[in-house]
């Protein structure tokens, strides 16, 4: 079992950073494709972005250019870099991890394929 534990949500003004970090636990994921989602209130949970084991990068178009996806194996840790964020980026983050690979070049952007989730982090951008 992989246990993911995300922080590093908080409070930022309209054009302000952020730097999410999801620390994993339980098992090394450096073999692992990880992603991140995001849920509004009253919206649907929606992919952000996800970097697979190969290193292959993938984001929604809402968030390219703004958002990077990284990785510590190290530290056996996910990081998303949030710049120039909006008071629309407002929601709670999640991370997601899994061993298997993907079926197809869209796999990564549903939360169906992936195997294990945190329990969220809370990003709020202020106008």
């Known amino acids: 079992q992989v246990q993911l534990v995300e922080s590093g949500g908080g409070l930022v003004q309209a054009g302000g950073s952020l730097r999410l970090s999801c620390a994993a636990s339980g098992r090394t994921v450096s073999s692992y494709t990880v992603g991140w989602f995001r849920q509004a209130p009253g919206k649907e949970r929606e992919f952000v972005a996800a970097?697979?084991?190969?290193?292959?990068?993938y984001y929604a178009d809402s968030v390219k250019g703004r958002f990077t996806i990284s990785r510590d194996n190290a530290k056996n840790t996910v990081y998303l870099q949030m710049n120039s964020l909006k008071p629309e980026d407002t929601a709670v983050y999640y991370c997601?991890?899994?061993?298997?690979?993907?079926?197809?070049?869209?796999?990564?952007?549903?939360?169906?394929?992936?195997?294990?989730w945190g329990q969220g982090t809370q990003v709020t951008v202020s106008s």
């Open positions: 970097k697979s084991w190969t290193g292959n990068t």
């Open positions: 997601a991890a899994t061993p298997r690979p993907a079926r197809s070049g869209t796999s990564y952007l549903q939360g169906a394929y992936y195997d294990y």
